[in-house]
Antibody
Framework: EVQLVESGGGLVQPGGSLRLSCAAS????????MSWVRQAPGKGLEWVSG????????SYGDSAKGRFTISRDNSKNTLYLQMNSLRADDTAVYYC?????????????WGQGTTVTVSS | QSALTQPASVSGSPGQSITISCTGT?????????VSWYQQHPGKAPKLMIY???NRPSGVSNRFSGSKSGSTASLTVSGLQAEDEADYYC??????????FGGGTKLTVL
């Protein structure tokens, strides 16, 4: 069974940084694209960033460009999201999700989410 | 990249069918057959229901179907059941190699 487990969320002050991790198991990790998707309290889903299986290609949503960096360590089956210059509107549950093959054709496995709260 | 447009809410009685629309542009839905639909129950992670416009992952009920015409995609749920009550989100690949979600639709089973 494929499992994704996020960690690293918490309370951070505006302007601060946080690194989220997503540990994957039950799959050949480097074969699949991965994404980070977030959901602010009471709001809809927002795609944050995606990365190819090799890690050689990355893409970002408008809210993440210039502040967030997605990466992966295929030797550790782990996906990361480095978040800098955090703002109050980054407060959300952050999910990692596995692409069916790549991120374009659907995300078929999701983690349980990790909560990020940006507040002073 | 602007969010795709979905109705805020739809409703139907058990056994009926409903359709949720998802409208984009030629730079996303209209340009690619990479539309997916997700179901999300309160407090839970999203679940993939449809990928590549009209394909169902294994294990998803055949009461769920997807289609696309131009820049508008649709999700149809037939034979509504109480357990279908949830939020539904569409997403599409875009011309700048990103993904964009719709604002979400709350489905109420009356």
């Amino acid at each position: 069974e494929v499992q994704l487990v996020e960690s690293g969320g918490g309370l951070v002050q505006p302007g601060g940084s946080l690194r989220l991790s997503c540990a994957a198991s039950g799959l050949t990790f480097n074969m699949y694209s991965m994404s980070w998707v977030r959901q602010a309290p009471g709001k809809g889903l927002e795609w944050v960033s995606g990365i190819s299986g090799s890690g050689g290609e990355t893409s970002y949503g408008d809210s993440a460009k210039g502040r967030f960096t997605i990466s992966r360590d295929n030797s550790k089956n782990t996906l990361y999201l480095q978040m800098n210059s955090l703002r109050a509107d980054d407060t959300a549950v952050y999910y990692c999700a596995k692409g069916r093959r790549n991120n374009r054709d659907g995300m078929d496995v999701w983690g349980q989410g990790t909560t990020v709260t940006v507040s002073s | 990249q602007s969010a795709l447009t979905q109705p805020a809410s739809v409703s139907g009685s058990p056994g009926q069918s409903i359709t949720i629309s998802c409208t984009g542009t030629s730079s996303d839905i209209g340009g690619y057959n990479y539309v997916s639909w997700y179901q999300q129950h309160p407090g839970k992670a999203p679940k993939l229901m449809i990928y590549d416009v009209s394909n169902r992952p294994s294990g998803v009920s055949n009461r769920f179907s997807g289609s696309k015409s131009g820049s508008t995609a649709s999700l149809t749920v037939s034979g509504l059941q109480a357990e279908d009550e949830a939020d539904y989100y569409c997403t599409s690949y875009t011309s700048i190699s990103t993904l964009v979600f719709g604002g979400g639709t709350k489905l109420t089973v009356l």
